[in-house]
């Protein structure tokens, strides 16, 4: 079905010109509260962004196309990372669309919000939606999907979700992602004077740094990963460190898992300050809960026939980023994260192409027809 391609593109450029950083989405939630009611959506804005401490709330969104397909959810977010502010796209020659360089470009993921608008008004111009469509529209998902966490997601009517928001080729499904932990070891040693009586003293830091040692990090296994990514302690450089703090992550394609490196974090941390007698704190958060949607899942194989139609190879793939559909999996509902069409995410050097938001949009369209 043929797309609206200057109609897609100059959305794409506006909607990425409004500030919406994580948080702070309000000014974009309330065009695309504008967008959705003209194409005839009912719209509803959730508490959200008062639970999280955010400006506005998710956008919730039904379209009645009657006919006899089931719903399908379309579920894409609203917020970029930093740096989001005044951001500028410059469309170049060869398609090619790019941030001014000072910012990122926002195609993550308004290339999906963008596409999704553009397959529904393209299928509403040719009077041939034949099923309910629930648009699910997130805010503060790249803060690990607090946003959709909010949410209320009793009041989704569809089984299934496809969520465009994934840097990767058209014609990938991404059928399973990981749960991110997160971890703060806090040591409490004593301190003394460095030179005068540094015998007299518990070095945090030492018994951090023994902690650390001990722990493998980096990619422990095709399925498992830990990192440390913040340290800190110490006051002054004569003074035996009476304080330091560890924070890191882990993730895991099975939850349980994630789980057991957590506790051996934790017996790790708790040797290391035994050994020097320092006081530990450990405390550990779910971030996000792993999904795993089954290859032959109908959600997939419908995925897969509407890219055959544009003569696209398939295949299906495993990320270990998080994203909405973590959480929709949470709740039954089966999904998939598809790829966008975004590039060189979270950085100035963000890009996509006049191509690839014109190939999302054929999909979107596809899959609401199949």
């Not at 699910?136 to 989704?156: K, N, P, Q, R, W």
């Not at 409490?188 to 493998?216: C, M, N, Y």
């Not at 055959?308 to 270990?320: A, D, K, Q, S, Y």
Request: net charge negative.
């Amino acid at each position: 079905m043929q797309i609206n391609r200057e109609r897609l593109v100059q959305s794409f450029l506006a909607l990425t010109s409004i500030d919406s950083p994580s948080l702070g989405e309000r000014a974009m939630a309330d065009e695309l509260k504008r967008r959705l009611l003209a194409l005839g959506f009912t719209v509803q804005e959730d508490g959200a962004g008062e639970t999280i401490g955010g400006s506005c709330g998710n956008l919730y969104a039904v379209l009645r196309g009657g006919g006899s397909l089931p719903p399908l959810l379309l579920c894409a977010h609203m917020d970029t990372v930093q740096p989001a502010q005044n951001k500028r796209a410059v469309l170049q020659s060869d398609g090619t669309i790019r941030s001014a360089g000072d910012t990122v470009l926002g195609a993550d993921d308004v290339s999906a919000i963008s596409a999704i608008l553009e397959s529904v008004q393209t299928l509403l111009e040719r009077n041939a939606l034949q099923r309910d469509v629930e648009v699910l529209f997130t805010v503060s998902e790249e803060t690990y999907g607090t946003g959709a966490m909010a949410f209320d997601c009793s009041v989704i009517r569809s089984k299934e979700a496809y969520v465009p928001d994934f840097d990767g080729v058209h014609g990938q499904a991404v059928v399973a992602a990981p749960t991110i932990l997160s971890f703060r070891a806090e040591i409490t040693g004593k301190a003394s004077h460095a030179g005068f009586a540094p015998e007299q003293g518990v070095s945090a830091i030492s018994a951090a740094a023994r902690a650390i040692d001990s722990l493998r990090l980096g990619r422990i296994t095709d399925d498992l990963t830990r990192n440390i990514g913040k340290i800190h302690g110490g006051l002054l450089t004569n003074i035996v460190p009476e304080a330091c703090a560890v924070e890191g992550e882990i993730r895991a394609s099975v939850h349980a898992e994630a789980l057991d490196c957590l506790e051996q974090t934790e017996r790790a941390f708790q040797t290391a300050c035994d050994a020097f007698g320092a006081k530990l704190t450990f405390s550990g958060k779910c971030l996000i809960t792993a999904y795993h949607t089954p290859e032959d899942a109908p959600v997939v194989r419908r995925y897969f026939r509407a890219c055959e139609t544009f003569g696209l190879n398939t295949e299906t793939v495993r990320t270990f980023g998080g994203s909405d559909n973590n959480i929709l999996a949470q709740h039954g509902i089966s999904g998939i994260v598809i790829p966008s069409a975004m590039h060189a995410c979270h950085s100035s050097n963000e890009y996509t192409s006049v191509f690839e938001l014109v190939r999302l949009a054929e999909l979107l369209t596809e899959l609401l027809c199949l």
